[in-house]
């Protein structure tokens, strides 16, 4: 490999590092960047150290910033898993439906395939039937692994919208 290529490389993948902790560092500023503003560190009695909201934040911090803290931590998560899960379950009764549509016409086209492979030889016809059971196990195989990936993650996505709905709700009433 060339060098000034391999040196190129480093450059594009030390440009998307600095890229990604940027970007990084902007969601963190726009999430949590309001404290640098909003609070203050007051001494109480001369040796206690408390961290209060300024007098003129104390409205935001108190009242609005709950409803604010309620939607990033739980409501936009439980709502996009939510989602993303209705996706998730139409999807695998698209593809039930279409296995189910391909199963009905498999039958059909083993026979085909056992015809038109047909000749005298016993082995040419043994090695066809061997290929297309082995085709038929490993889709088999592959689907059974599909399901149970989605089936574990519609459970943990299920799980946080149960589990994250009554923090939600519980913020947005208080």
């Known amino acids: ?3 000034s290529l391999v040196l190129c490389y480093f450059h594009v993948f030390l440009l998307t590092n600095y890229l990604v902790l940027f970007v990084t560092f902007i969601v963190f500023v726009l999430i949590d960047g309001h404290f640098l503003v909003t609070l203050e560190l007051e001494i109480i009695d001369g040796q206690y150290r408390a961290c209060h909201p300024k007098k ?3 409205h935001f911090v108190g009242k609005i910033f709950v ?5 990033k931590y739980s409501a936009i998560p439980f709502c996009i898993l939510l989602i993303l899960s209705i996706l998730i379950i ?7 439906y279409i296995s189910a549509q391909l199963q009905n016409l498999r039958p059909l086209n083993n026979y ?4 038109l492979a047909s000749s ?3 082995t040419t016809q043994s090695s066809t039937l061997a290929a297309s059971t082995t085709h038929t196990n490993l889709l088999t195989s592959n689907t059974r692994v599909g399901r149970r990936v989605t ?3 519609l459970s943990v996505s299920i799980a946080f919208c149960v589990f994250s709905a009554p923090m939600s709700l519980m913020q947005i009433v208080q």
Not at 67 to 71: E, G, P, R, S, V
Not at 90 to 96: D, K, L, S, T
């Open 90 to 96: 139409q999807r695998v009764f698209h593809a039930e």
């Open 120 to 122: 005298p030889s016993c």
């Open 67 to 71: 409803f604010i803290d309620a939607l």
């Open 151 to 153: 089936f574990m993650l």
């Open 112 to 115: 085909r395939q056992y015809s």
């Open 1 to 3: 490999m060339n060098s």
């Open 56 to 58: 003129w934040a104390r």
